[in-house]
């Protein structure tokens, strides 16, 4: 079992790990990035005995554009514009 201090290295290295799946581009990539961003901020929450602070989700992920620009540049065209 660790220590105290490792205990506590060991949950600033899953803090850091957090802070770069929750960042912009990352999380909201697709739907798995998005389910990992989530469950890795409520392990950290359990961890850490803090409040789980949950992203929201996106409306669209940055891989439905990266579709909808390859199916607009095979000259189907597709309207991804919110109404």
């Avoid at 998005?34 to 961890?47: D, H, T, V, W």
């Avoid at 602070?53 to 514009?81: A, C, M, T």
Wanted: proline content about 2%; some cysteine.
């Amino acid at each position: 079992m660790p220590g105290r201090k490792e205990y506590r290295s060991r949950i600033e290295k899953l803090k850091e790990m957090v802070r770069v799946q929750a960042s912009a581009g990352t999380y909201d990539y697709d739907d798995y990035m998005f389910g990992m961003a989530q469950g890795m901020i409520y392990a950290l929450s359990i961890l850490d005995d803090t409040e789980c602070n949950y992203l929201d989700r996106p409306d669209w992920f940055r891989k439905d554009y990266e579709i909808l620009e390859k199916l607009n540049q095979s000259g189907i065209v597709l309207d991804h514009s919110s109404k």
